[in-house]
């Protein structure tokens, strides 16, 4: 009991934030869950509400000077395709899309984020600055090669949740205290010459520990000479051997910022 009156205090506490941010929320009947609408930035932005988590993301998104993601994406120069790797419920993506009106890419491996993807496109379709032609989804992993991903889960189903288990198609059989769902993954590389989309100029990979095999399977992106910026998740095990990778392209790390347990989030340019 003390716990649900805990999390019923904070749920208030941040509808209250909301509020006073002159943000709004409301039952949606049509997909069955509640929304919250706020202007970012002069951007108006509305999303699915499935936790207290994304209501505190919501309203620290603009205002978090610690946030180096959004202080990137509010600022991109010369966007013309955004690809966001791991977007859970988009909303950076989303984002970009209102304030540049460019192409946007969502990837993610979850089904609940998926199924917020998806809505959000839909309570968005009205926007003046928003259209949903410019927003394609992916639902499925981005890896070193092609091949059949096995997604294990021992986490709630909800967008954003992390540290779910990626295996391949060799893998051993499923432990019983978790979820699975077998999906196709790519490369980066594959991904683009098979779906015919602009190149990304600029990307955001949010992989929880996968990012080596993620950028190991982009090597002909990097290279392009289009693709400007990219800003990546890392920790200490796998900063070294991305590094190495990225100044092997001609990036350079320009700013780096706290994201959570001891993780960090680092922003590469090309200048070569």
Same mark, same amino acid.
């Given at each position: 009991?003390?716990?649900?009156?805990?999390?019923?205090?904070?749920?208030?506490?941040?509808?209250?934030?909301?509020?006073?941010?002159? %943000?709004?929320?409301?039952?949606? %009947?049509?997909?069955?869950?509640?929304?919250? &609408?706020?202007?970012?930035?002069?951007?108006?932005? #509305?999303?699915?509400?499935?936790?207290? &988590?994304?209501?505190?993301?919501?309203?620290?998104? @603009?205002?978090?000077?610690? @946030? #180096?993601?959004?202080?990137?994406?509010?600022?991109l120069k010369?966007? &013309?395709?955004? !690809?966001d790797i791991g977007s859970a419920n988009g909303m950076e993506g989303f984002y970009v899309s209102s304030k540049y009106n460019v192409k946007v890419i969502l990837s993610d491996i979850f089904i609940?984020?998926?199924? @917020?993807?998806?809505?959000?496109v839909y309570l968005n379709r009205k926007n003046d600055n928003f259209s949903s032609e410019k927003i394609d989804i992916f639902f499925g992993g981005f890896s070193n090669k092609d091949s059949i991903m096995l997604v294990e889960s021992s986490r709630p189903p909800k967008s954003g949740y992390t540290q779910n288990l990626l295996s391949n198609s060799n893998s051993s059989k499923k432990k019983l205290d978790k979820s699975s769902l077998w999906l196709?993954?790519?490369?980066?590389?594959?991904?683009?010459?098979?779906?015919?989309? !602009?190149?990304?100029?600029?990307?955001?990979?949010?992989? @929880? %520990?996968?990012?080596?095999k993620v950028v190991e399977g982009m090597k002909k992106t990097l290279s392009m000479p289009s693709t400007k910026e990219i800003m990546i998740e890392l920790n200490d095990k796998t900063f070294n051997k991305i590094n190495k990778i990225f100044s092997k392209n001609g990036f350079k790390e320009i700013s780096r910022g706290l994201h959570q347990n001891g993780n960090f989030d680092v922003l590469y340019k090309k200048f070569n």
């Open positions: 009991m003390i716990r649900f009156l805990r999390e019923i205090y904070y749920l208030i506490k941040q509808i209250y934030i909301l509020l006073k941010k002159k %943000g709004s929320i409301s039952y949606n %009947g049509d997909i069955g869950c509640f929304v919250v &609408k706020r202007v970012i930035k002069n951007e108006l932005l #509305i999303l699915p509400l499935k936790s207290r &988590k994304v209501l505190t993301r919501f309203n620290l998104f @603009d205002s978090n000077t610690k @946030d #180096i993601v959004f202080r990137w994406i509010d600022s010369s966007c &013309k395709c955004f !690809l609940p984020s998926l199924d @917020d993807l998806i809505k959000t196709y993954s790519f490369t980066v590389d594959s991904f683009i010459k098979k779906t015919k989309n !602009l190149e990304p100029s600029h990307i955001k990979i949010d992989v @929880d %520990g996968f990012e080596v």
